[in-house]
Nanobody, 125 residues
Framework: QVQLVESGGGLVQAGDSLRLSCAFS????????MAWFRQAPGKEREFVAAISWRARTYYTDSVKGRFTISRDNAKSTVNLQMNSLKSEDTAVYYC???????????????????WGQGTQVTVSS
């Protein structure tokens, strides 16, 4: 059974940076696509960034140039470096895993069977 644990959230000011991490356990990490989604109060969960099991990256338009997703197969972790944060980035951020995921389908929330508990990111303006 895959387990995902996020960390790194917090309260920051607009323009600051944060680095989220997700620790993966239970299966072979290198065989999974990993993604970050976020959910703001009263809104649906939305795609932020993903990295396929072959390390191809995907981003939603609103974070391109500001966020970077990366994976460390040796440590079974996926990271999300978030720079130039804006108030609209405020949300609970969730890590998700999909076995052998690749292509644009890994941007779809229903693709994922495994989810972390979420970490709160609050950006004050």
């Amino acid at each position: 059974q895959v387990q995902l644990v996020e960390s790194g959230g917090g309260l920051v000011q607009a323009g600051d940076s944060l680095r989220l991490s997700c620790a993966f356990s239970g299966r072979t990490f290198s065989s999974y696509a990993m993604a970050w989604f976020r959910q703001a109060p009263g809104k649906e969960r939305e795609f932020v960034a993903a990295i396929s099991w072959r390390a191809r990256t995907y981003y939603t338009d609103s974070v391109k140039g500001r966020f970077t997703i990366s994976r460390d197969n040796a440590k079974s972790t996926v990271n999300l470096q978030m720079n130039s944060l804006k108030s609209e980035d405020t949300a609970v951020y969730y890590c998700a895993a999909d076995w052998r995921g690749e292509g644009y389908t890994i941007m779809v929330v229903t693709r994922y069977d495994y989810w972390g508990q979420g970490t709160q990111v609050t950006v004050s303006s």
